[in-house]
């Protein structure tokens, strides 16, 4: 069983996960990078090359390689939700946690972060705050659906939203030991 971490991006899932692993010493793996690792280039290069659908292909290639492993904690891609076979893989070989926040507070730290607009492209040629409002309640029952617990990260440290996820998995998941 694996610890997996969605929600859409600004929510903190890279940042959370890694301070996860470190906490549990599991092994992490950030499904984005691992993606442009096999693909040999950037998300927007993906997409620019094999536009959306063709990024999500090697999304659920990820996917299904990285769920076979076991002890690890994912930091899994915003959208990869979005296919009814990723969100069986997610069910059965991990522990969901779904981290939200306001898409006014996701707008405010995607427009901090220059870098990670630089490399996530556009959904939907909206602005931004029009966009995660749009994508994110397109998303939301399939977040609800994939989650096994949720975070909310509104007003939230990355170390206060892992605090909260550690109180909250169950024993039998791993050893708690804080």
């Not at 984005?32 to 990024?55: C, L, W």
């Not at 991990?94 to 939200?100: D, M, N, V, Y």
């Not at 490399?119 to 989650?147: D, F, H, K, M, N």
Request: a neutral charge; hydrophobic letters at 40%.
């Amino acid at each position: 069983m694996n610890l997996a971490l969605i929600g859409y991006r600004g929510t903190g899932k890279s940042h959370v996960a890694r301070l996860l692993a470190h906490k549990l010493a599991w092994p992490l793996v950030d499904a984005d990078i691992y993606v442009e690792k096999q693909a040999g280039k950037s998300i927007a290069e993906i997409f620019a090359d094999s536009g959306e659908p063709g990024f999500r292909d090697l999304e659920s290639n990820a996917l299904n390689e990285l769920t076979q492993r076991s002890g690890h904690v994912l930091s899994l891609g915003g959208g990869v939700i979005l296919r009814e076979e990723n969100r069986s893989q997610i069910a059965k070989h991990c522990f969901t946690i779904w981290l939200t926040a306001s898409p006014e507070e996701i707008t405010r730290r995607l427009s901090r972060e220059g870098a990670t607009q630089a490399s996530r492209p556009s959904l939907t040629g909206r602005s931004i705050l029009e966009e995660v409002a749009e994508v994110l309640a397109q998303r939301l029952p399939l977040y609800e659906q994939c989650a096994d617990l949720t975070i909310d990260t509104q007003a939230k440290s990355p170390k206060e939203v892992m605090q909260a996820i550690l109180a909250q998995l169950p024993s039998s998941l791993v050893k708690k030991e804080q």
